[in-house]
């Protein structure tokens, strides 16, 4: 499969802004590990191997344990997930796939226990960028380069 129109290289200014947002996120009070284990679990969902595959390694690079990151697909029965993350990454799963019902009160409500507003606005940032970038990868064909 080989890659396909490159907005980065076809529309740079579209690319750079959501550049921006990603720069935002990333500067958020949300922990770097948790930021990554977000992008994961969205790349995953999306089926974006690119992201997944960038992301994995930002995440094992910043600390993050293997087991968590192989684990992230399965984190419902996974036991090495705080409540905190375990909310997040039902966020991350309701959101990507917000078509089917939105983002439920139940999680919004948990969301509001454990989080301020800032740091939920934060989460939402973080969450719809990775999804972004991952609907560009996708139909991009992106792909990751093998490693050695």
């Known amino acids: 499969m ?3 129109f490159n907005l980065a290289k076809e529309n740079l200014e579209a690319y750079t802004a959501i550049g921006k947002l990603d720069t935002l996120g ?3 009070s949300i922990p770097k590990k948790l930021q990554e284990l977000i992008k994961i679990y969205a790349s995953c969902l999306n089926h974006c191997a690119f992201c997944i595959d960038m992301h994995t390694k930002e995440a094992l690079e910043n600390g ?3 087991q968590r990151v192989v684990g992230v697909n399965a984190w419902r029965e996974a036991p090495f997930y705080s409540d905190k993350e375990r909310v997040v ?3 991350v799963e309701e959101v990507t796939f917000i078509h ?3 983002v439920s ?3 919004y409500a948990e969301l509001e ?3 301020s507003e800032k740091e939920i606005g934060e989460l939402y940032l973080l969450i719809a960028t990775i999804n972004a970038y991952n609907r560009l990868g996708v139909m991009s064909q992106l792909q990751p380069k093998a490693d050695k």
């Open 26 to 28: 990333r500067e958020s």
């Open 2 to 4: 080989s890659a396909r």
């Open 100 to 102: 089917q019902h939105g």
């Open 89 to 91: 990454l039902e966020l």
């Open 64 to 66: 993050e344990t293997v």
């Open 105 to 107: 009160d139940s999680v």
């Open 113 to 115: 226990r454990l989080y």
